[in-house]
């Protein structure tokens, strides 16, 4: 049975350890412990090194018994930024939220969380179960990076569940989106501000007249996102360059695609 207080009690602890995306080691070795524990010894395997990270995806297979074809389960080990220094906080009513400095990383803590947990109470319950699968990834945020290293010839199973959505219980997402980076630099002309600003092409006024013409948001069915913008070296120097990045999601690669071409035209 699955134990609600220890549940919450692992969420808190893994939460308070600091996982940015390539810098998972302390928390995949407290994973790597708890399945220890439970009689589990993952592997993990050299995608560290090829993604200049800390830890590896770790991967488990535990023999079940009953006929039945294997199940995977999986969840990604980093969080979005700011992912150091996180706590956990618990209201009277039962919400668990961060402190407010940084986020919670319930993305993709408590999807760790729930595997665990799950194994831990099978263990002790005796239960009779088909072969399981697990695999804990890094670096997801980045594009899926630690994955995308990962020797999928190692996986028997051809049912898995990936615990890394929010919502009600039971529902599952059975569609993912396009995601389209763009990387866009701008080449002006640098000259001294005060004494011939009109000698010089502005890079980064240039770059902002295009992100004007760029609608971000909802777009039809697609998102499109302007996330960085970086430029010049000082403030009486105009810039002789700038560079922006962004994105376009949609569940249509090729609306998706139809609005990255729109914007290279901006």
Not at 21 to 31: A, F, L, Q, V, Y
Not at 135 to 153: A, H, M
């Amino acid at each position: 049975m699955i134990q609600k207080e220890r549940l919450i009690s692992l969420f808190k602890r893994l939460v308070e350890i600091d996982n940015p995306s390539r810098g998972e080691r302390k928390i995949c070795d407290s994973i790597i412990q708890v399945l220890k524990e439970n009689q589990i010894v993952p592997k993990e395997d050299d995608s560290a090194e090829k993604i200049g990270g800390t830890a590896g995806n770790l991967y488990a297979y535990i023999e079940g018994s009953l006929d039945l074809p294997p199940i995977l389960f999986s969840a990604h080990m980093d969080t979005v930024e700011p992912s150091c220094g996180k706590k956990a906080l618990i209201s009277q009513e039962g919400i668990i939220t961060s402190e407010g400095a940084t986020v919670l990383g319930a993305d993709n803590i408590s999807g760790i969380s729930v595997i665990l947990e799950a194994l831990s109470a099978l263990k002790e319950s005796g239960l009779p179960h088909r072969p399981i699968e697990i695999l804990f990834d890094v670096s997801e945020e980045t594009y899926c990076t630690g994955i995308s290293n990962f020797n999928f010839t190692n996986i028997r199973s051809k049912e898995g569940y990936v615990l890394d959505l929010d919502g009600p219980v039971g529902r599952a997402a059975y569609q993912a989106p396009s995601i389209l980076s763009f990387r866009a630099e701008f080449h002006g002309k640098a000259t001294h501000a005060a004494f011939s600003p009109e000698d010089g092409i502005h890079g980064i006024k240039a770059a902002a007249k295009a992100i004007s013409r760029i609608e971000c948001g909802k777009v039809n069915n697609t998102i499109v996102n302007i996330g960085t913008i970086t430029g010049g070296i000082a403030d009486n120097i105009v810039p002789d360059s700038c560079t922006i990045t962004g994105e376009v999601r949609s569940f249509s690669h090729k609306d998706a695609s139809r609005q990255l071409l729109i914007i290279e035209r901006a």
